[in-house]
């Protein structure tokens, strides 16, 4: 009997549930973004070596040199956004789909986009298993996707060193968009609000590290 890599045992349901508390502890309260972490395996969305980290609250490799981001910054920004069932949620850098897997188990309706292709494949097989049936893209997230906008959410898992303008444009009216923005070394988490077609309240809420929003894609 071997253990296969889609195994979901007692053990890492018991280390979820203290990553949960750690969360909890850390400040993250909303009981539906907690009750998500639960949920969904992220010790699956890793590289196998990795497996004994997946329930700490850290950042961790994945391929092409990006990485799959701490859970309480996940957590952090998933409460920011405040997902309803069937919001349309835009999320670049789809990264291992760890992300996209906890917006799905709240019910939205997510659209994702990578610009590493074999980030972009990866993690397909792995959602479907699950159960999740996000749109995927491969392209410039900088440029969002306007045929399918406007979108009630949008999130940006990588360090972007500013608001990129075409994002803003297709974020609904009543609409929140949660992004770091910043330099390569340290990011602010913002939030924007669409409140009107030509004004956006932004707030910021407190320093995070990520890797860099890049222009372009990368084929290999
Ligand atoms: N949510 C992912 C985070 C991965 S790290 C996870 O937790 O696994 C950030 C991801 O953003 C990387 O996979 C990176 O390739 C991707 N990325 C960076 N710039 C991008 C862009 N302009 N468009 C799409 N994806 C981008």
Known sequence: MG???FEDSYRHKGLRRKLIEELRRKGIRDERVLNAFDKVPRHLFMDSSFVEF??????FPIAAGQTISQPYTVAFMTELLNIK???KV???GTGSGYQTAILSELGAKVYTIERQKDLFQSCQHL???LGYN???FFGDGYLGKPSYAPYDKIIVTAGAPEIPKDLI???AIGGRMVIPIGTSDLQV???LDRISPTQVDIHEHGNFVFVPMLKGTNNR
């Open 134 to 136: 996000p749109l995927y």
């Open 90 to 92: 835009f999320e670049v």
């Open 3 to 5: 253990i296969t890599i």
């Open 54 to 59: 997946a329930y700490q609250d850290k950042a």
């Open 189 to 191: 988490m913002t939030t």
């Open 127 to 129: 959602l479907k298993m």
């Open 85 to 87: 069932p069937l919001d």
């Open 169 to 171: 444009a297709q974020l």
